[in-house]
């Protein structure tokens, strides 16, 4: 295990290492290292987009859900997937047509204040932080499962890898390990399937009725994971429009031309990811099925080895060498993942420090390109390391409510600002402090008084805030708006941003 | 009419380079020509129906998860119960939906939308 572990490891690296070489000599402006000069087409970007979007908290951990819960599993795939419509007819074009970087630069380009912009940072680098930091620890725990290393050392390799991919191979490197990761997971989910069909006679209705016949209805039914109903509303609304909120996605809206090319590529996305979240419910209960949920269990309580147990008894067995090979190759693929995402997220932070906080805030504008660039790679330097020291406080903490966290944010302080930016005549400066302090205070004030951190008898009775804290995010908007007078200059700036956001009007 | 507002302070403007060359343009008169009105209500119309459709579809699905888990649980087709008939129309009801939005904004928004950036930029001179 741990030669082969260690040969496929290698490998993801050596290919990794080289695709940042070949984007290194190809990153020289600021506008190749946060967009690769915003030259993609649409299928290069919905990879990508596919890349960054299936975490393994999606593929390992609903496949994990359904196997040990059932269905609750299966509308967490499916929201997933249904966050991208909002972001396909509201959000993503606009985007594109108004800003070049980053998050910030939407709400600067409407507000003309560097408060406003700011507020998109703080926004930005919370939510980015708190994705990156299970991430690290995922991976992690990976590289202990493949290679034997202690957590600490292998909290260091994740961080040293990604901090290289990004700060050589800027957006360019980010992209093609994002499709180049994007590859390996349908291909093993394929594989994963074809393999799975063959055990169920080619009838995926089968596997339904295996899963009833050994753990009977309730297994099929809503209710096994969230048991409060207010939970499952509150999940929806987070995945239905706080996947819009999302800074790393939007930021790979600016990696494509247009608009056009904008919209084709989520059409990419959705086809993509849509089917890999679908397979993930028969996944979770073919293993169910095949593995067992005790055997899912005592592995991991979470559920988050169910795809790598299953490809292991789908290769033989825990004995066998074909087994030993399926889980060593899922678990460098679910590595590969973690990297991709976590490039990823490295880079649009690193956007919110240099971009927005150095370049806008604190220096007017006024840097040249080629400091850009030196700023924007020490900031992604600066980011990893960051990343890693706080990846290495997460040991033996249950991260995954930071996954919650992030979402939650991301629906209630990131995604008010961004449609009342985009749609809002009357929204200013005050609007934007207010919206995003509001969102932002009471996701995380709920979080924590939540049942994640609590324990089950919490003061907050729900684990995801989102159905409380989105409506206070819009509320605080809405309040800090109205502070402020009607200043003729904002409401008719407002006609610019309106302009541009449908048009894609540039003077070029 | 003042325009102060339209050259913005280049520090914290996301599109520097587009305003530089066209200090006057009038964008209140921009968007009340009727070639954008146009665009705006067809958009509207396109959009407004579908996300409609889409968000109480998702949200009844997930109402029903909570509050009517004996419905969803209901046997149905086969082996699958109510709740996993809805999921699984779920899913290429979500790409329909895509798709018709990529569809329409090829064919109208995109041709509207360059007309009345056409518009501005002769109006504008």
Known sequence: MKTLGLAIFLLILGITLAITHWAARRTSSASSFYTADSSLGPAQNGFALAGDWMSAAAFLGFSGLAALYGMDGSLYALGALVGFLAILMLIAEPLRNTGRYTLGDVIGFRMQRPEARLAAVVGTIVVNFAYLIPQMAGGAVLIKLLLGLPYQASVAVVGAVMIVYVMFGGMLATTWIQIVKAVLLLGTAAVLMLLILFHFGFNPLTIFSAVEARYGAKMLAPGNYLSNPLDQLSLGLSFALGTAGLPHVITRFYTVPDARTARKSIIWLMLLAGTVFFVTTLIGFASAVLVGQNAIRAADPGGNLAVPLLAQFLGGGADSIGGRIFLAFVAAVAFATILAVAAGLTLSTSGAIAHDLYVNVIKGGNVGEERQVKVARLSSLAVGILAMLLGLLAQGLNVAVLVILAISIAASANFPIIVLSLFWRRFNTSGVIWGMAAGLASAVILAVLGPAVQGPPALFPIVNPTIISMPVGFVGALLGTFLVPRKPRDVARFDEVLFRAQTGLRTD | ?125
């Not at chain 2, 407004?48 to 109402?63: D, E, H, R, S």
């Open chain 2, 1 to 125: 009419m003042s325009i102060s507002y339209l050259v913005p302070h280049d520090c914290d403007s996301a599109n520097p380079e587009d305003t530089k060359g066209a200090p006057t343009i009038d964008w209140s008169a921009a968007i009340a020509q009727p070639a954008f009105r146009e665009l705006l209500r067809f958009k509207w119309r396109v959009i407004a129906p579908m996300m409609t459709i889409y968000l109480l579809f998702f949200a009844g699905l997930m109402l029903l998860a909570g509050y009517a888990r004996p419905v969803m649980a209901a046997p149905a087709l086969g082996p699958l119960n109510v709740g996993y008939v809805l999921i699984i129309i779920a899913y290429p009801m979500c790409w329909a939906v895509a798709l018709i939005y990529v569809f329409a904004a090829d064919a109208w928004f995109d041709p509207k939308a360059r007309a009345a950036a056409r518009n501005l930029a002769r109006g504008g001179k």
